[in-house]
């Protein structure tokens, strides 16, 4: 009589298979929840608006607050992030909670800055017209010339030459003139302006050490003792 072998009953293969798809979704589930979150983390801070502001308002600290906003790249670069704007002039009207556009920033000029101002005056009153960039002048302005009530004053004193222009057209009292151009503070470049319309000029170069000098007007007065 023959004796049966007893056989191994194979495990289905399909168990594997479903356990090794769960754990690869598992993983790409986790992947992906993992990159939301650092993805909701990267956000900077930009500032924005803390109430309605007019345009051309200068914008002071209590104007702006800092809001953290998920842009990047080139929506980012359209606001103000860093250093507070605080200081800046606004070109166009912005609305509380609006995020501040460097666009609409302007910078707000010195009240230090320079300008530069051409005085038109004859070679014979300007060091004979032998003048350069980077010299240094004074000026004096003689008003009322051949009058009782003529004097002159102190203008400026080591104004820095800009440029000397000797090109054709300028003319003084009916006499070719050079132009020279100096730098100039506010105050003084209000004095020059009303100097050229009012005044002869005479401008002389500075040599050696410079020092501050500001005499006094001279009058007929003074010729007269």
Do not use: C
């Amino acid at each position: 009589m023959d004796v049966p072998h007893a056989q191994r009953v194979a495990r289905p293969t399909w168990i594997n298979v479903r356990t090794v798809l769960g754990l690869l979704l598992f993983t790409l589930a986790f992947l992906a929840g993992l990159r939301v979150l650092q993805s909701a983390d990267s956000t900077v801070a930009v500032w924005a608006a803390s109430r309605d502001i007019a345009p051309h308002a200068t914008l002071g600290t209590g104007d702006l607050e800092l809001v953290d906003v998920g842009l990047s790249g080139e929506m980012l670069s359209r606001y103000a992030v860093g250093a507070e704007p605080a200081g800046a002039v606004l070109t166009r009207a912005v609305r509380a909670g609006e995020l501040i556009p460097v666009t609409a920033l302007a910078e707000v000029p010195s009240a230090t800055a320079t300008r530069s101002m051409t005085i038109p005056v004859s070679p014979e009153h300007a060091n004979g017209g032998r003048l350069q960039a980077g010299d240094r002048i004074d000026a004096v302005a003689a008003f009322n010339a051949g009058d009782e009530r003529a004097r002159s004053v102190w203008l400026l004193s080591a104004a820095e030459v800009v440029d000397v222009v000797s090109a054709g057209g300028l003319v003084v009292n009916e006499q070719s003139a050079v132009g020279v151009t100096v730098a100039l503070s506010p105050e003084d470049a209000i004095r020059v302006a009303y100097a050229i319309r009012n005044a002869a000029i005479d401008i002389f170069k500075v040599t050696g050490e410079i020092g501050t000098v500001d005499p006094a007007a001279v009058t007929i007065d003074d010729f007269n003792e």
